[in-house]
């Protein structure tokens, strides 16, 4: 069965801080990775997915098969970064299709 | 040019009644689904379906039923309401069945108050 774990439900650093937001997870395929990012009262929205390797707004993200994780970092925190951030992963749903497994997010905050 | 759209974006009502939430994405994708967040933020996936064809049911109760007149629309009904239905339910859409390559599209959310 595929499963998401971020094991943190909140978590708060000072503006200029790193931080980094744990992503673990269980699946017995080959994974598709992805963050998502909720910022307060809008919609879900993407951020980034491991096959582009890409930096958005500063955050990267890495896929390590070997710890089955995929953290989020960013070397220096914005305000504007405070937001719910989701973990997210392809897997297997009903009749081969693939379906978005998500954690249960992690609630970041920077302060000032 | 909102890509996905929901209809209401609040909607409180009482217990028994029967409600519904209107979805409608203008990107041309084949694949849309409802989503769950619940007042711990958790997202869980209730439905898919793609080309109007129901692909993913999550074990959801038989009160919500869900309606997609055409690819571009996916209407949630939900009877019956109950108290745990209280929740923020997310549309989103996909272009196809398979994520590898894409992402969802969501939209804005549906909060639903049971009183």
């Known amino acids: 069965a595929q499963r998401v774990t971020q094991p943190e439900k909140l978590l708060s650093v000072f503006k200029g801080a790193p931080v980094e937001l744990k992503c673990n997870y269980s699946?017995?395929?080959?994974?598709?990775l992805f963050w998502y990012v909720q910022y307060s009262r809008q919609r879900l929205q993407l951020l980034l997915r491991?096959?582009s390797r890409e930096s958005i707004k500063g955050f990267t993200a890495d896929l390590n098969k070997g710890e089955t994780s995929f953290h989020l970092k960013k070397p220096f925190a914005q305000e504007e970064d405070s937001a719910m951030y989701y973990c997210?992963?392809?897997?297997?749903?009903?009749?081969?299709?693939?379906?978005?497994?998500f954690g249960k997010g992690t609630k970041l905050t920077v302060n000032p | 040019d909102t890509a996905v759209s929901q209809t209401p974006k609040y909607l409180v009502t009482q217990m028994g009644n029967d409600k519904s939430i209107k979805c409608e994405q203008n990107?041309?994708?084949?694949?849309m689904y409802w989503y769950k967040q619940d007042s711990k933020k958790f997202l869980k996936i209730m439905f898919s379906?793609?080309?109007?064809?129901?692909?993913i049911n999550e074990t959801v109760p038989n009160r919500f039923s869900p309606k997609s007149p055409d690819k571009a629309h996916l209407n949630l009904h939900i009877n019956s309401l109950e108290l745990g239905d209280s929740a923020v339910y997310f549309c989103?859409?996909?272009?196809?069945?398979?994520?590898?390559?894409?992402?969802?599209?969501f939209g804005n959310g549906t909060r639903l108050t049971v009183t």
């Open positions: 379906y793609n080309n109007k064809e129901l692909i």
């Open positions: 491991h096959i």
């Open positions: 997210a992963l392809t897997g297997q749903g009903a009749g081969g299709s693939e379906k978005l497994v």
């Open positions: 990107l041309g994708h084949d694949t």
């Open positions: 699946y017995s395929g080959s994974p598709e």
């Open positions: 989103a859409s996909s272009p196809s069945l398979f994520y590898r390559g894409s992402s969802l599209h």
